[in-house]
């Protein structure tokens, strides 16, 4: 996926999926925001990657 491909991403693992919410463990070298730089915006299968929390190294991001 997307996330995989983002600059200093380490590894991507999945925790959970349910309604609707998939909950992901990235370990990126960097902190919450430049791995929040680097994902607003970029796209995956033609939806947009959009931040919409930040609370300390937990990111919210939002596939519209």
Aim: glycine content about 10%.
């Amino acid at each position: 996926g997307r996330i995989r491909e983002i600059e200093n991403v380490v590894s991507v693992s999945k925790r959970s999926f349910s309604n609707g919410r998939l909950k992901l463990t990235v370990f990126f070298k960097g902190n919450a925001d430049t791995f929040s730089d680097a994902v607003d915006g970029s796209t995956y299968q033609g939806k947009t990657f959009s931040i919409i929390e930040v609370e300390g190294s937990r990111i919210g991001i939002q596939l519209n």
